[in-house]
């Protein structure tokens, strides 16, 4: 009995040693072991740029919850689920139906649904527009403030302001320029 006791802690001990493995695989989307060459048909695929496929969103009911992260959820946050990101990673989540876009901060695990690849907050889905439907096709990537700012301004290129001050005692006027 005491050898299977070991024998039951080794195997234990193992699966959680190749757990980090293979999420770090699912998040590189490097084929992990087990997946080989007999891919089955999902209703999720990857793309280059992220990943297409089913999104859903947390009930009303779910406000104040706390999440895997430990943040508390906020109905009117523009947050979401998503099963292998990192906690804080932004995304950029695109519903290709209707052409509205939204940047969403990672913050728990899910969805728990198979077929889904995302769970948004209910701000976030009123912003795509899928509350009526529930359950909507997206377009997910990962968001890079750097790519997605429209103009940035150059390091160092503030504006010259010219001050004018008067002051009671000589009635002149001191010109400053910084």
């Known amino acids: 009995m005491i050898h299977l006791r070991h024998l039951a802690h080794r195997i234990v001990v193992t699966c959680l040693l190749l757990l980090p493995i293979h999420a770090a695989a699912a998040m590189l989307r490097l084929p992990s ?3 080989g060459d007999s891919k089955k048909a ?3 695929s990857s793309t280059a740029n992220g990943q297409k496929g089913k999104a859903s969103f947390y009930s009303r009911r779910a406000n104040g919850a706390r999440t895997s992260s430990g943040v508390r959820l906020n109905n ?3 947050v979401c689920a998503h099963k292998s990101l990192p906690f804080g990673t932004l995304l950029l989540v695109k519903n290709p139906a209707n052409g509205k876009e939204v940047v969403v901060e ?3 695990r899910g969805p728990h649904v198979k077929g889904r690849i995302i769970d948004l907050s209910y701000e976030a889905a009123r912003r ?3 509350i ?3 359950v909507a096709m997206v377009e997910v990537s990962v ?5 997605h700012v429209p103009m940035r301004p150059k390091e160092n290129s503030l504006p010259v302001l010219e001050f004018e001050i008067s002051t009671p005692k000589d009635n002149g006027i001191l010109k400053l320029e910084y």
């Open 143 to 147: 968001y890079d403030p750097d790519l």
């Open 128 to 130: 795509l527009g899928i």
């Open 106 to 108: 990672v913050i728990d």
């Open 76 to 78: 009117d946050s523009l």
């Open 42 to 44: 999902t209703s999720s």
């Open 33 to 35: 072991h087990e997946e």
């Open 132 to 134: 009526a439907a529930g």
